[in-house]
């Protein structure tokens, strides 16, 4: 079924103890594609500033996302500079420049207002609402947020969260949006905004999955080569929405395989700096590690 | 097969957002047996003063631990104070008083010294040594740590762990004892260190096993009840431990199936103040929540 992802497109700086990367292709949508396009094909709205480079257009194309929704506008691309220290949980921005992003205004193509599966990356509530208002019918809505919605547009986030099937956040953002310290009851209140699924994306912890019958959970693959997070939680919701699109289904039970997948993914996406590497892994390599998380939470 | 504790007896007083427990029974050892003499016997060597109550004393025997090991000294018994909020991740210790325990100088009875599972809960690295001077061929030895021992004592802490087959510890203290950061490779400094295997306790994100050949790991059970996490280490190696020596058996496929154990127990532990609830669970209980922490994490 068609996938569509609506989000960031960026250039890159990133600073971890491994190395640095210097205004390399990043963004939310970009990520989210490189993981999703080994499932299924991908339809990307976004935009972008003229100093965007051809060779990252090309990039794209060459996963076989559709990028007729890619608008170009006059100024420049959104820049984001970030660093990771130590178990590089949480990235430092040392600076952001929304340039062109700051006016995104997404206006879906005509023929991807049908699209089934639809990823709201993370972005402000009303434009991911905007997004919401040109789909008709789509079987499954997706959205991520971050704290800063949580603590500034919290109205237009609650509106946000009410016309979506399922939240992504973070651990701490969890725990900020639902008011509860312990996980496992964030988890539960999640499931008291009507949501078919909330899935709270925990790093080195894994993730924890609320449904409104149970809470699952998930270790991380312990994956000792990271060298930088960036993307982690985007290419994680790309495998998991790529699976998803792929298989038609959104049953609790494909939901976790899913994330299984969404793990598998990430786990490739930290070893290294931007999202190239991860455009080419085989969905072999991908399915090996499916099959080793689960060797590492069996017991 | 034999099972024995070594740590310590204390009267804890406990605050918690969810109330407050005033001079109840409390320490490692207590803990431990609470957990793992639903499993098999428990021996106990520990130390108390003369103001130890006789109810407590009644309590350890009508869980069958053989207390003859468990010596009454001149002075007041270790008491602790403590404090958890949010989280309740860590515990601010308000107050310790050693007191007898300060001054514990295991004597294992003549006929514990055969005893073929051992369990050195946290406590001073040398005196943790003092008990496997006194065993004869144990076929499992755990230990429990702490960060004090990583700082202050780490020649014997060292030397202590050249002696054991499995370590338990948290995760920072994880982290400080290997000078990783990322779990992932903690758990495999861990293995640099002639372990059969490694334990890193992460609270409600679960445990990482390591083991020579593999890391494995499980997420908690997602008890929504959290009154008082005084005691959950403890007891989560009380299940393990209690299972391992039930069943004879020390292979990684067993450790992970006792770690679910742990899992199982401790989720009870943290549902109430002191040691009493959880001694009183039946073992089909516990049994009932390994199987739904399988159905937690299957996918």
């Known amino acids: 079924m068609s996938l569509l992802v609506v989000g960031s497109v960026a250039l890159d700086t990133v600073e971890t103890p491994a190395g640095k990367a210097e205004t390399v292709l990043g963004g939310s949508a970009v990520y989210f594609s490189a993981a999703a396009h080994?499932?299924?094909?991908?339809?990307?709205?976004?935009?972008?500033?003229?100093?965007?480079?051809?060779?990252?257009?090309?990039?794209?194309?060459?996963?076989?996302?559709?990028?007729?929704?890619?608008?170009?506008?006059?100024?420049?691309?959104?820049?984001?500079?970030?660093?990771?220290?130590?178990?590089?949980?949480?990235?430092?921005?040392?600076?952001t420049d929304l340039n062109v992003f700051g006016d995104f205004d997404p206006a879906l193509p005509e023929d991807f207002r049908d699209s089934d599966f639809v990823f709201l990356a993370n972005g402000v509530p009303a434009v991911q609402m905007k997004v919401l208002d040109q789909v008709t019918g789509p079987t499954l809505t997706v959205a991520d947020t971050m704290n800063l919605w949580i603590e500034t547009t919290r109205e237009d986030l609650d509106r946000m969260i009410s016309r979506i099937d399922v939240l992504c956040l973070n651990e701490n953002e969890a725990r900020m949006l639902t008011g509860e310290h312990l996980l496992a009851r964030a988890a539960r209140r999640l499931m008291e905004l009507k949501l078919k699924a909330g899935v709270i994306k925990k790093g080195e912890h894994g993730m924890t999955l609320a449904t409104p019958g149970a809470t699952f959970a998930l270790p991380s693959f312990p994956e000792e080569n990271v060298s930088d997070p960036t993307g982690a939680g985007d290419s994680f919701a790309g495998a998991m929405m790529g699976f998803l699109a792929r298989e038609g289904r959104t049953d609790p039970a494909s939901l976790m395989l899913a994330a299984a997948h969404g793990i598998a993914m990430a786990s490739f996406t930290v070893g290294g700096f931007g999202p190239q590497h991860i455009a080419d892994i085989p969905l072999e390599k991908v399915e090996e590690r499916v099959h080793q998380l689960r060797a590492v939470c069996t017991f």
Request: charged residues 30%; proline residues 5%; without cysteine.
């Open 38 to 95: 080994r499932y299924t094909p991908v339809r990307l709205v976004g935009v972008v500033g003229e100093d965007f480079p051809a060779e990252h257009r090309d990039f794209l194309k060459s996963m076989d996302v559709d990028i007729s929704g890619l608008i170009t506008q006059p100024g420049e691309t959104f820049r984001w500079h970030g660093r990771y220290e130590g178990a590089m949980n949480e990235a430092e921005t040392i600076r």
